[in-house]
């Protein structure tokens, strides 16, 4: 049974920075790309960043370019969300996300399988 489970959010300053995790089990980690979404009050879910197997490919939203950094430790099996200077807008509630297919499709809600419960980031101006 695939399960991840996000932490590491909370509540911060404009400004501030916060670093999430994703700790994945049921699953043969290093085959899996790794999505971060995130879903703010009254907002559809929107893909933030990716990454690739392998670690060598990330991709970003132009909004968190600069500010967010992925990374992942496969021999852990967990991913990280570096967050700094963050801003009002980030307020949401964040998850990450599996999936075994190709690393093409990356920013749909449909090109992952597998999906966290989420963690909330409340951002305070």
């Known amino acids: 049974q695939v399960q991840l489970v996000e932490s590491g959010g909370g509540l911060v300053q404009a400004g501030g920075s916060l670093r999430l995790s994703c700790a994945a089990s049921g699953l043969t980690f290093s085959s899996y790309k790794i999505g971060w979404f995130r879903q703010g009050p009254g907002k559809e879910r929107e893909f933030v960043t990716a990454?690739?197997?392998?670690?060598?490919?990330?991709d970003y939203a132009d909004s968190v370019k600069g500010r967010f950094t992925i990374s992942r430790d496969n021999a852990k099996n967990t991913v990280y969300l570096q967050m700094n200077s963050l801003k009002p807008e980030d307020t949401a509630i964040y998850y990450c996300?599996?999936?075994?297919?190709?690393?093409?499709?990356?920013?749909?809600?449909?090109?992952?399988?597998?999906w966290g419960q989420g963690t909330q980031v409340t951002v305070s101006s």
């Open positions: 996300a599996a999936d075994q297919r190709y690393y093409s499709g990356i920013q749909r809600v449909n090109d992952y399988a597998y």
């Open positions: 990454i690739s197997r392998g670690g060598k490919r990330t």
